[in-house]
């Protein structure tokens, strides 16, 4: 394909997070596709990530951020620019509400230019009635798009409720690097059953996590096994207030490792047999993306979006009601009775992973940008059941935030 056939699409997005720098590098490798990626800001508040260098293709647009109205509100003028730099096939626009969105949103659809949204589920937060307001002003240039690229399962039912059949919706949820996770060896041996079963969370210490869950539901499997383990990895405000919540009679066996940057997290995957997410609510939930290449069993939340996709109860792992300790423990307690479903359930996690590679997510997106350029015209009729689809035309097995 020569370089004149290319699909050339530019990507705006909030900022460089190591999974969609990975991804984003994945499908500028793509030959099919001619990818350029701007940035609203470099860092949030909540974030502890390295500040990488970025690929040629990619860089941050000047601008501010207002985290007074919300985490990474930014505006960009300088988008307008961008917008006009080069005959954009497509726009993918990876938010809704910030204030650089919306002005992209509105400008692509007044001057006719096929754009799509990537984002997780919408409206799952409550609001009060300026609040509501706002979001349905948010929303309101969603039903202009060429397309929704919704993240899981959870996100396409969502946005095909709030844009209607006139504008297709595709699942394409994250996709990461999962190479050094694939490459952990899960000897099949008994070890959890010699050892006691070592569970693993990773996340911010907030309470939409459900950290202070997770803890409850521990310290009713820990009289079970004295052996059994549970790492906290991650950081944030209710740090120090979850260390407190442990029990003394439990303490040595609760491990709070802090933050790690994210080339350090394979080894402390390792050190694990189960990954634990218990959210009150995720959008998705890319650590369970890692886990499933890991090889290691799941349990997470019904409301973690990734759960959809990624765990197949009684499978690979169990899904649980959010913020309900007693379930969490008992599919807890399931590991620990019977430590051999580690080893099964993880061997089926890792087959599994062979479709969630980065590689993988490129490709999806390829085929995504395929089907809107052939569409013609924004508006069309939605695709079958919200399926993305691989090269080869097969469904994929498989939430903006406000």
């Known amino acids: 394909m020569s370089s004149c056939e290319r699909i050339r699409v530019l990507i705006?997005?909030?900022?460089?997070?190591?999974?969609?720098?990975e991804l984003f590098d994945a499908?500028?490798?793509?030959?099919?596709?001619?990818?350029?990626?701007?940035?609203?800001?470099?860092?949030?508040?909540?974030?502890?990530?390295?500040?990488?260098?970025?690929?040629?293709?990619?860089?941050?647009?000047?601008?501010?951020?207002?985290?007074?109205?919300?985490?990474?509100?930014?505006?960009?003028?300088?988008?307008f620019r961008e917008l006009r730099a080069e005959p954009w096939d497509l726009v993918v626009v990876g938010d809704y509400f910030t204030l650089t969105a919306q002005l992209a949103m509105r400008y692509l659809s007044w001057r006719g230019v096929p754009w799509v949204l990537w984002g997780e589920a919408p409206g799952i937060h409550a609001r009060g009635r300026i609040g509501r307001w706002l979001r349905r002003r948010a929303q309101g240039p969603l039903r202009h798009a060429a397309a929704i690229a919704a993240i899981g399962t959870r996100a396409v039912a969502a946005y095909r409720e709030l844009v209607g059949p006139r504008v297709s919706v595709f699942n394409i949820p994250y996709h990461c690097d999962l190479a050094r996770y694939l490459a952990i060896p899960r000897p099949r041996n008994p070890r959890a059953a010699l050892s006691g079963v070592r569970f693993l969370f990773s996340g911010q210490m907030i309470p939409r996590k459900g950290v202070d869950v997770l803890i409850r539901a521990f310290e009713q499997v820990c009289p079970r096994d004295p052996r059994t383990t549970l790492t906290l990895l991650g950081d944030g405000p209710y740090r120090t207030r979850y260390r407190r919540m442990v029990s003394a009679e439990w303490r040595d066996r609760v491990r709070f490792v802090g933050f790690r940057q994210s080339e350090d997290l394979p080894a402390l995957f390792a050190e694990a047999d189960v990954f634990v997410l218990p959210s009150r609510y995720d959008g998705w939930g890319v650590v369970v993306n890692e886990a499933l290449a890991a090889g290691m069993p799941i349990l997470a939340t019904s409301s973690v979006g990734a759960a959809a996709d990624l765990i197949v109860p009684g499978t690979n792992g169990f899904v649980v009601p959010p913020g309900d300790a007693g379930a969490l423990a008992e599919a807890m307690m399931r590991f620990v009775t019977d430590p051999s479903l580690v080893d099964t359930f993880g061997a089926r996690s890792r087959r599994m992973a062979a479709d969630w590679t980065v590689e993988r997510g490129a490709e999806r997106w390829y085929e995504l940008c395929q089907r809107v350029r052939r569409q013609g015209r924004r508006g069309a009729t939605a695709v079958a059941g919200g399926e993305s689809a691989g090269p080869a035309g097969r469904p994929c097995g498989c939430g903006a935030r406000f």
């Open 12 to 21: 705006l997005t909030v900022m460089p997070s190591p999974y969609q720098r």
């Open 27 to 79: 499908m500028a490798a793509q030959p099919g596709l001619d990818v350029r990626v701007r940035y609203y800001t470099d860092s949030a508040p909540d974030r502890q990530w390295n500040r990488a260098s970025l690929p040629s293709h990619s860089r941050i647009m000047p601008g501010f951020a207002v985290h007074s109205i919300a985490r990474c509100c930014c505006l960009n003028p300088s988008v």
